[in-house]
């Protein structure tokens, strides 16, 4: 059952409840009409934290956030102009919506300036759907750091090859917004995210490696235990050990999961509505057409309860709908803002602020295919578990990356790989993806099993 603790009170830890922050975009919205706005839009914003770090059985870090903003985005007709402050004395926002106004009437005019049409926004009971987002944790510094020694203990209880620590840690944070426009959209929430990593280094000398893990959830009650994450993370780097170059050649490449994640991340931004009207995205005019291989489908969840980035409305306040992005492998939707999709002459997709809990599924894959299953399909070729650099061109699909992971053969990992380069066309290597593994992981709220992709230029010694 979702959250009974979706209105934020000063009592959950806040310095403002959901009333007053109402209050605020009232004012505000009342202020930027007097000064001669024709539309404006304001959201009031506050967050609060725990993060405590520790390292060799030792507390390091103890920091507390608290931070709060107002920003206000005022029309004159086609002129937009934006303005925040961190002070919500009626004086100092009088200040922000007035310098928001004078930007605005020295603005050029732009076309495709202005708010969401009236029947895209959200109503009133769409904007107030509990996605139970919000689960506080009561932790004090104390326990934190606690629960930070205890991952780190384990990690270091795993096996003595493992020398030191780059630490472990946990965070606690909290926030609630509460947003509206002129055009009559109100709705706010409170969310929630919490974490525990653990970061461990094996061996000595110059043959040392590091890995980490961590879980992140909404609910701390949903968070994996601190020792299963620094044990995992210790035998992660372990298995590191003793890594060897590899000649250069064409193979299979089988990214982990986690790293799949980010492969639908590019798709994600090459297919978004501000690098499609600036020409700057190999993926253009793709609607309609084949961009994945045939037998993928990515599917979006907005209203997923507990979600990583559920939302029942996007960062314009237009309602967000499920639906399926790619079927067969055929682009069916575009990730679109209003003001994206009118300079594309297109309709907004309510992705102002991105996209919502994607989950990229193939058509072939089988319960059973785990990782093991997965390493089986490779048979022969590069399984990458880290990746290096920034090696993308988003304009020409060419993608080079320095990666690190694990040599197969016959379906069974080999030896560790460290210090090679892969490189291909996402063009090419979105179609061909062979199999997508069962072994789903959820990263920045995009599922995504291990990826096998056919052929990638490996470059080694």
């Not at 403002?16 to 009232?26: A, D, G, K, P, T």
């Not at 003793?242 to 639908?264: Q, Y």
């Not at 320095?402 to 030896?415: D, F, L, R, T």
């Amino acid at each position: 059952m979702p959250s009974d603790m979706a209105t934020p009170t000063t009592a959950q830890g806040f310095a403002y409840s959901r009333e007053q922050f109402q209050q605020l975009v009232e004012d505000v919205l009342t202020m930027a009409r007097a000064v001669g706005a024709s539309d404006a839009a304001t959201e009031v914003s506050e967050g609060s934290g725990l993060s405590v770090s520790v390292r060799k059985g030792r507390l390091e870090n103890v920091e507390r956030n608290r931070d709060k903003s107002l920003g206000v985005t005022v029309f004159v007709g086609q002129r937009r102009g934006n303005a925040s402050s961190s002070d919500f004395s009626r004086a100092a926002l009088e200040q922000t919506v007035r310098a928001a106004y004078d930007i605005a009437r020295f603005t050029a005019e732009d076309p495709a300036a202005g708010l969401p049409d009236v029947q895209d926004l959200a109503t009133a009971d769409e904007a107030a759907r509990n996605l139970d987002l919000f689960h506080p944790w009561s932790v004090d510094a104390d326990a934190a750091g606690a629960i930070a020694l205890r991952g780190e203990a384990a990690a270091f209880a795993t096996d003595r090859r493992i020398t030191n620590s780059e630490g472990a840690g946990v965070s606690a944070q909290q926030s609630h917004f509460f947003a509206g426009n002129t055009r009559g959209f109100r709705g706010g929430y409170a969310s929630s995210r919490h974490s525990i990593s653990v970061s461990p280094i094996a061996g000595r000398g110059a043959g040392m490696q590091r890995d980490a893990w961590y879980s992140s959830m909404r609910d701390a009650d949903d968070l994996a235990a601190p020792e299963a994450i620094g044990r995992y993370a210790a035998e992660r780097a372990l298995a590191r050990l003793h890594g060897r170059k590899v000649g250069t050649s064409e193979v299979p490449v089988l990214f982990e999961s986690t790293l799949a994640a980010g492969l639908i991340g590019t798709f994600v931004q090459a297919t978004s509505g501000g690098a499609l009207y600036r020409k700057a995205s190999f993926l253009l005019d793709c609607l309609g057409k084949p961009v994945l291989a045939a037998h993928l489908d990515l599917d979006e969840d907005p209203h997923e309860l507990k979600g990583k980035a559920s939302a029942p409305f996007d960062d314009e306040g237009v309602r967000t709908r499920a639906g399926r992005i790619v079927d067969a492998g055929v682009v069916q939707s575009y990730f679109l803002s209003s003001y994206s999709a009118r300079k594309l002459g297109m309709h907004t997709t309510g992705h102002a602020g991105g996209a919502q809990n994607l989950r990229l599924t193939s058509r072939l894959t089988r319960p059973a295919d785990n990782l093991v299953a997965m390493l089986r399909k490779l048979h022969r070729g590069l399984f990458v578990t880290e990746l290096m650099g920034q090696g993308v061109n988003h304009v020409t699909g060419d993608y080079s990356r320095g990666a690190a992971g694990y040599w197969v053969e016959g379906g069974e990992i080999v030896h560790p790989v460290q210090e090679v380069t892969i490189a291909g066309n996402l063009l090419q290597m979105f179609k061909d993806i062979q199999a997508l593994g069962a072994d789903t992981y959820t990263s920045g709220g995009r599922t995504v099993g291990s990826m096998l992709i056919g052929r990638m230029t490996l470059a080694g010694s």
